[in-house]
T-cell receptor, first 112, second 114 residues
Framework: GEDVEQSLFLSVREGDSSVINCTYTDSSSTYLYWYKQEPGAGLQLLTY?????DMKQDQRLTVLLNKKDKHLSLRIADTQTGDSAIYFC????????????FGDGTTLTVKP | EAGVTQFPSHSVIEKGQTVTLRCDPISGHDNLYWYRRVMGKEIKFLLH????????ESGMPNNRFLAERTGGTYSTLKVQPAELEDSGVYFCASSQDRGVLGYTFGSGTRLTVV
C-alpha cells in the first residue's frame, strides 16, 4: 500500500533469524501491529507496539520501532517451518480511529 | 470462545449477479470491521460498525456495496451488481474496544466474479 510499505518476499533457512521490514508515512501513527496469515486462515495478531516505545520482545519475536525514520521491523529468532506465512504490518492513528491501514504483506518462506 | 465466523468461505458468481457475505463476530464485541484484499495487494478498510451504527464507511468503494448490522450482532455485506474488479478476499474482524490492541479476524470469504 502507499501508506504502509513492505517488501513482498523473504526466504530464510530453518534456524536462522528472519527480519521483516515495514515503513509508514504518517508520523501521527500511534499504534503499530504485526499480523500473521497462514494459508487458508484469517489474520492472527502477533504483536503490537505503541509509538512511545522503541522495542518490544515476546519470546522469539522482537519488534523495533524507529519513529524518526518511520520504520518498523519484526525479527523472528530461530525461524521454524511453521513460521512460513504472510506477515502484515498495520498502523492506526489514535484511540478513536477504528480503522487500521495495512501493508501488502511479506511472504516468508522457511526452507529446511 | 468461538472466533469470528464468515460465510461462505468461497463464492464464484457471474458479473451482474448479487452476492451476500455474512460475518458473525465474537459475542460481546461491539466493534465490527470489513476489510478486503484485492489481487494480493494491501488489505483495505471498507467500514466499521459500532453495534448497529456505521461509525466509518469511508472505505466503501461505491454504492454497489451495502453493509448492514441489524440488531448489532452479525453483519452482512451485499454486492449488487457484482463487477470483475470486486474479486478478492473479504475479511471481517471484531474487537471489544476500538481495536487499539488489535482485532480478531475471520478466515475471510474468497469472492470470484467471472
Amino acid at each position: 500500500g502507499e501508506d504502509v510499505e513492505q517488501s513482498l518476499f523473504l526466504s530464510v533457512r530453518e534456524g536462522d533469524s528472519s527480519v521483516i521490514n515495514c515503513t509508514y508515512t504518517d508520523s501521527s501513527s500511534t499504534y503499530l501491529y504485526w499480523y500473521k496469515q497462514e494459508p487458508g486462515a484469517g489474520l492472527q495478531l502477533l504483536t503490537y507496539i505503541f509509538s512511545n516505545m522503541d522495542m518490544k520482545q515476546d519470546q522469539r519475536l522482537t519488534v523495533l520501532l524507529n519513529k524518526k525514520d518511520k520504520h518498523l521491523s519484526l525479527r523472528i529468532a530461530d525461524t521454524q517451518t511453521g513460521d512460513s506465512a504472510i506477515y502484515f504490518c498495520a498502523e492506526r492513528k489514535g484511540t478513536n480511529a477504528g480503522k487500521s491501514t495495512f501493508g501488502d504483506g511479506t511472504t516468508l518462506t522457511v526452507k529446511p | 470462545e468461538a472466533g469470528v465466523t464468515q460465510f461462505p468461505s468461497h463464492s464464484v458468481i457471474e458479473k451482474g449477479q448479487t452476492v451476500t457475505l455474512r460475518c458473525d463476530p465474537i459475542s460481546g464485541h461491539d466493534n465490527l470491521y470489513w476489510y478486503r484484499r484485492v489481487m494480493g495487494k494491501e488489505i483495505k478498510f471498507l467500514l466499521h460498525f459500532v453495534k448497529e451504527s456505521k461509525q466509518d464507511e469511508s472505505g466503501m468503494p461505491n454504492n454497489r456495496f451495502l453493509a448492514e448490522r441489524t440488531g448489532g450482532t452479525y453483519s452482512t455485506l451485499k454486492v449488487q451488481p457484482a463487477e470483475l474488479e470486486d474479486s478478492g478476499v473479504y475479511f471481517c474482524a471484531s474487537s471489544q474496544d476500538r481495536g487499539v490492541l488489535g482485532y480478531t479476524f475471520g478466515s475471510g470469504t474468497r469472492l470470484t466474479v467471472v
